[in-house]
Nanobody
Framework: QVQVAESGGDLVQPGESLRLSCAASGKIYSIVTMAWYRQVPGNVREWLAS???????AYADSVKGRFTISRNSAENTSDLQLNSLKPEDTAIYYC???????????????WGQGTQVTVSS
């Protein structure tokens, strides 16, 4: 199985920054994509950013210019740098990993348990 774990969530004030980390472990042959989502209870899960195996990143308009995704392919990790945080960024942040467990097999979808980010004065 593939395990995904996020860390770094915290309570911060508006305008501050935070760095979230995601680590994938277990039976991994290769990782196709790593991505970050967030969800406010009662709302749909919102895609924020993705980064593929070539290091090409994509962002939702709502976070473009404020959030930066990065990836360390050798360590199967991804970070999400959150800058200029706003109260509306308060949510549970989830890491998503698309990974192959075996060569030539289609990738599976794996999620972490989430990490809470609260932006409040």
């Amino acid at each position: 199985q593939v395990q995904v774990a996020e860390s770094g969530g915290d309570l911060v004030q508006p305008g501050e920054s935070l760095r979230l980390s995601c680590a994938a472990s277990g039976k991994i042959y290769s990782i196709v994509t790593m991505a970050w989502y967030r969800q406010v209870p009662g709302n749909v899960r919102e895609w924020l950013a993705s980064i593929n195996s070539g290091g090409v990143a994509a962002y939702a308009d709502s976070v473009k210019g404020r959030f930066t995704i990065s990836r360390n392919s050798a360590e199967n990790t991804s970070d999400l740098q959150l800058n200029s945080l706003k109260p509306e960024d308060t949510a549970i942040y989830y890491c998503y990993v698309s990974a192959r467990k075996y060569a030539g097999r289609p990738p599976g979808d794996y999620w972490g348990q989430g990490t809470q980010v609260t932006v409040s004065s």
